[in-house]
């Protein structure tokens, strides 16, 4: 058994010997200043991570492929000075076999380890790609605000390229990079100075390699900067279509677009040569290397100081040398090209040890909004119903983003059960939920929107919730009541005082501990707004309220109500209390 207790440690030895480069890596990075050579060299480093950590049957592999490597060369050098001048047939033959079934080992112990970790990069790529939008879709608004749909889409389609990086050409060659410094040293042994010449080809080829990566890294960003501009034009035009035509923007849309293409098509013809010039690198690296190796060691060889088996030993070991480095050159080139899309670095969700608290939910503020400077500072018990008013619409949302822990307040917190409300949420799924003023329908069926598919409030409480804000009798008629198809397109004509109710009893139905309302009042008529108000005061001490609405009706239903005036927050009086209080 002492053998596997060496093989132990070896394993051992090269884990050791991994990490330390990865830290010392992770520290030259923070030491270097922020610039754009560090951004390119990041974003290799992000796409040239290993995945997997490296199992016992890989490195088992890899030992024996690299032992096997060896002997191929020195039966070449036996086989030229020995065999060939002083030997028999039958000798000859013998090696020959010999080589060849060494030759069939290798292959087969390749074919097993890229089989295997194919197989198990797949299945954590897969894993890394649900956790990476897992964290998207628990992201805070304002984190996420300045992508747009289709950017988030190409980072997380990334996956399966790095899946290819990582358990293909830059694994193999990654598992094969100590074999390459053995091989040069068994260079020196066998020839001498002749080991110096493929490593002043690397030189040379590293040099050439960083020059051709930093102008593909930058026709990459270009591209991608560019892509991403017209996939939102794209997007946007598709949401907007309506208007768009309405407006008769159609001509100018079309030039936009024809103007995108034309200086896509100009920065892609870049990009492509910058990529061709920077694949050239890997045949030229083979070929200069088995040419300054035949070079030198010709010259060599003709002077007397090695023999013929010699120089073909060597050539076989600068063989050897030249697959791995080709294979992590063409990697880190990949790397370069993936561009910002390589940049899909999404960490797993850290997991909350949150437990489900049995008090009742207090709601504790002091914070500045997102966006703003203004400043919030009140407390609401469990079961409150709280108001703001002003005239600047867009800060009123902002405070009830960051209020529903949607997006980040930039000083201070926001403490609900006295848990941060954006791990509240996160930890809690349908406890507090939002509902804004353009509140959209998934395409389905009005009882699914109402349901969520299933996954949102069970179908008595979304009958209540209807119930609730009268809601029944207008979806009774419609074409197929429950089962009208809503949310693509709206087909069947549902107005925007209904879709925006049902919303709202969507939110309801899920008995959330906390109900965030930006304006209420937006879209209805006079019916649904009475409806929505009685509906509201019916949920006074079942869950905490929180609403935006300068309507007295809503501010009449409010416990607390506040007036936003610019950066300050003022406490008011509900119009109903004050003219009980001035008619006392």
């Known amino acids: 058994m002492r053998w596997r207790q060496q093989i132990d440690r070896l394993i051992l030895a090269a884990s050791a010997l991994e990490a330390a480069i990865v830290g010392a890596a992770a520290r030259a990075f923070d030491n270097m200043a922020r610039s754009a050579t560090r951004q390119r060299l990041e974003r290799i480093a992000i796409v040239l991570r290993l995945g997997a950590p490296i199992s016992v049957r890989e490195w088992g592999a890899s030992i024996a492929l690299g032992l096997l490597g060896l002997c191929i060369p ?13 030997g028999t047939t039958f000798q000859a033959a013998v090696l020959l076999v010999a080589t060849i079934g060494m030759a069939v080992i290798e292959g087969g112990l390749r074919f097993a380890r890229v089989t295997f970790a194919d197989s198990m990069e797949t299945h954590r790529e897969a894993m890394r790609s649900g956790a990476a939008l897992a964290r998207l879709a628990a992201a805070p608004l304002d984190a996420t605000a300045e992508d ?29 990079m100590p074999f390459v410094l053995i091989a040069l040293v068994a260079m020196a042994w066998i020839g001498g100075w002749l080991a110096l010449a493929p490593v002043a080809v690397l030189v040379a080829v590293v040099a050439l390699f960083v020059t051709s990566s930093m102008a593909l890294s930058e026709a990459a960003r270009l591209r991608d900067s560019h892509d991403a501009r017209s996939d939102d034009f794209v997007a946007e035009c598709i949401a907007n279509i309506a208007a768009l035509k309405g407006a008769a923007m159609e001509p100018f849309m079309t030039r936009r677009m024809e103007q995108l293409l034309i200086s896509g098509r100009d920065l892609e013809q870049r990009r492509f040569q910058a990529s061709d010039r920077a694949e050239d690198l890997e045949p030229m690296l083979e070929a200069a290397i088995v040419l300054a190796v035949a070079a030198v060691g010709g010259i060599v060889a003709m002077q007397g100081s090695i023999s013929v088996g010699v120089l073909a030993a060597c050539a076989l070991l600068a063989g050897r040398v030249v697959a791995p480095m080709a294979r992590l050159s063409a990697a880190a080139q990949r790397a370069v090209a993936l561009g910002t899309e390589a940049d899909v670095a999404f960490e797993p969700p850290g997991e909350r040890a949150i437990r489900a608290e049995t008090a009742p939910g207090e709601l504790r503020v002091d914070a500045e909004i997102a966006g703003g400077s203004a400043r919030l500072r009140f407390e609401a018990p469990a079961g409150a119903m709280v108001a703001f008013a002003g005239r600047d619409g867009a800060r009123l949302s902002a405070v009830l983003r960051t209020l529903c822990g949607l997006d980040l307040p930039r000083e201070g917190e926001v403490r609900f059960a006295g848990v941060a409300m954006s791990e509240y949420r996160a930890a809690h799924p349908g406890a507090v939920t939002y509902v804004s003023p353009q509140s959209e329908l998934v395409t389905g069926t009005v009882f699914e929107n109402l349901t969520m598919f299933g996954h949102g409030g069970s179908r008595e409480s979304a009958f209540e919730a209807c119930d609730l804000l009268g809601l029944r009798p207008e979806i009774d008629r419609l074409p197929r009541k429950l089962d009208t198809m809503v949310g693509d397109g709206d087909a069947d004509g549902l107005s925007a005082s209904l879709a925006h109710r049902i919303a709202v009893a969507r939110a309801i139905a899920l008995a959330p501990r906390v109900l965030l309302l930006d304006e209420p009042q937006s879209l209805l008529d006079v019916a649904a707004d009475r409806a929505m108000v009685a509906g509201l005061a019916a949920l006074k001490g079942r869950m905490t309220v929180i609403m935006a609405t300068s309507r007295p009706s809503y501010l009449d239903l409010a416990d607390q109500a506040y ?4 950066d300050t927050m003022i406490a008011m009086t509900p119009p109903r209390r004050a003219r009980s209080a001035g008619a006392a």
């Open 74 to 86: 020195v039966a070449a050098m036996q086989l030229f000075d020995n065999i060939v001048p002083f």
């Open 563 to 566: 007036a936003l005036d610019g």
């Open 148 to 176: 747009g749909a289709p950017a988030r889409v190409a980072r997380l389609e990334a996956a399966a390229e790095r899946a290819e990086l990582r358990a293909g050409r830059l694994r193999r060659a990654i598992l094969d």
